[in-house]
Nanobody
Framework: VQLQASGGGLVQAGGSLRLSCAAS????????TGWFRQAPGKEREFVSG????????YYAASVKGRFTVSRDNAKNTVYLQMSSLKPEDTAVYYC???????????????????WGQGTQVTVSS
């Protein structure tokens, strides 16, 4: 499966952005999808995740209450609505997917076999 992340950009602190992750290829399979981000000089970190049904969602403590993950399986697309953005949210955001799902590892980047190319989010103060 191929993943295409989009929707990044430059926004002022307090603003909002919506990222999209569009899947193509083996879209008949059921994927759990995660969002990760990597800031310059820092390790890649988990941001959010959502199961195929959308029935379970996961958030990093740093974004809970500000970010909302959702999906539209008819469009093979997962969204990350980001609100109340802070300068520390500045990073390259990646979406990732895998057919295997476990609540124990959904926050781990090693759980995902498929990755998008990343989209830059810059929040100015």
């Amino acid at each position: 499966v191929q993943l295409q992340a989009s929707g990044g950009g430059l926004v002022q602190a307090g603003g909002s952005l919506r990222l999209s992750c569009a899947a193509s290829g083996r879209t008949g399979s059921r994927f759990v999808t995660g969002w990760f981000r990597q800031a310059p000089g820092k390790e890649r970190e988990f941001v959010s995740g959502i199961t195929w049904s959308g029935g379970s969602t996961y958030y990093a403590a740093s974004v809970k209450g500000r970010f909302t993950v959702s999906r539209d399986n008819a469009k093979n697309t997962v969204y990350l609505q980001m609100s109340s953005l802070k300068p520390e949210d500045t990073a390259v955001y990646y979406c990732a997917a895998d057919t295997s799902y476990s609540e124990n590892i959904v926050r781990s980047s090693v759980a995902y076999d498929y990755w998008g190319q990343g989209t830059q989010v810059t929040v100015s103060s």
